[in-house]
């Protein structure tokens, strides 16, 4: 079975400073997707990477995916109080004919001032 | 464009009772999904229609969970004799997968509450 781990689970940080916000997935897949979401709202798609070494940037968020580590990051760079939202990870499903999505819990990023 | 709509926005119901979702896709996407989302959650998978038929109800939780989707659109979600369990943010997405991306877009959701 599939499954899709992010950490940290919780994050304040102030504005100005960097992170990495982490994903790991437990078997292979051919695609990993971003996502943020706001309080109440839908979720807004970010990024998808599909190979090994992919690496994608928008604005102040950089997201990068290690298909060997079953590992991607979501980086923060110079964090602004418009970032703080949550942030999911997601993998297809194996297989690819359903093409269904596998979240991760989330994380919940706060941008201090 | 336009970009995934559904309806209501809120539905509030006493268990026991029938309810139906609404999902409108992007013009032109030929896969359909409903996922649920409960609070503090990642949305979970529920169902995945290609075209007009259920390619995959895998993630429907038992038989009082059913949807459709007749001409290949608009998409409906029917949940009988609901329970307070059932109460979550229902989220369809809709996709083109005729390119390598596959990328999902999702509409604002239905909250549920089951009272």
């Known amino acids: 079975e599939l499954k899709v781990e992010q950490n940290p689970l919780f994050l304040s940080m102030q504005e100005g400073k960097n992170y990495t916000i982490y994903c790991n997935y437990s078997t292979t897949s051919d695609r990993l997707y971003w996502y943020r979401q706001d309080p109440g709202k839908s979720l807004e798609s970010l990024f998808v990477l599909l190979s090994n070494g992919a690496v994608k940037q928008e604005g102040r968020l950089m997201a990068s995916l290690d298909t060997k580590a079953r590992l991607s990051t979501l980086h923060i760079t110079a964090a602004v109080h418009d970032l703080s939202a949550t942030y999911f990870c997601a993998v297809d499903s194996p297989g690819g004919a359903t093409n269904k999505l596998i979240f991760g819990t989330g994380t919940l990023l706060a941008v201090q001032p | 464009g336009a970009g995934v709509s559904q309806t209501p926005s809120n539905k509030v119901t006493e268990k026991g009772k029938y309810v139906e979702l609404r999902c409108d896709p992007i013009?032109?996407?030929?896969?359909l999904y409903w996922y649920r989302q409960s609070l503090g959650q990642g949305p979970e998978f529920l169902i995945y229609f290609q075209g007009t038929g259920a390619a995959d109800d895998s993630g429907l939780p038992n038989d009082r969970f059913f949807a459709v989707r007749p001409e290949g659109s608009v998409s409906t979600l029917k949940i009988q004799r609901t329970e307070r369990g059932d109460s979550a943010v229902y989220l369809c997405?809709?996709?083109?997968?005729?390119?390598?991306?596959?990328?999902?877009?999702f509409g604002p959701g239905t909250r549920l509450t089951v009272l």
């Open positions: 997405a809709s996709s083109y997968q005729r390119t390598i991306y596959n990328e999902q877009f």
């Open positions: 013009s032109g996407h030929t896969a």
